[in-house]
């Protein structure tokens, strides 16, 4: 346990940071998940729209620094792959 008052508060912010972080990344794969779902269902008017919200996400999540910029451009590229392949 720290003893350092500044040290102190650095642990309460982390924490705090690190629950905000979390709950941003849930709503991350719950997008992505989605995005899945609809690929997998067919209806291209929805696989649209579910692409269009998971790379909002992604976006948004790495402008925060949830996750690393080149993270984000690499997951949307294998979801638009995904969104352009033909099989799908």
Same mark, same amino acid.
């Given at each position: 346990m720290?003893?350092?008052?500044?040290?102190?508060?650095?642990?309460?912010?982390?924490?705090?940071r690190r629950e905000r972080n979390k709950s941003t990344r849930s709503a991350l794969k719950t997008q992505i998940k989605k995005f899945t779902q609809s690929v997998d269902s067919g209806d291209q008017a929805a696989v649209q729209e579910a692409y269009r919200? &998971? /790379?909002?996400?992604?976006?948004? &999540? /790495?402008?925060?620094g949830v996750i690393h910029k080149n993270k984000a451009a690499n997951k949307k590229s294998r979801l638009a792959k995904r969104?352009?392949?033909?099989?799908s």
């Open positions: 720290a003893n350092i008052k500044s040290q102190i508060k650095r642990n309460r912010q982390n924490e705090l919200e &998971a /790379a909002r996400a992604l976006d948004k &999540a /790495a402008s925060k969104l352009q392949s033909p099989s």
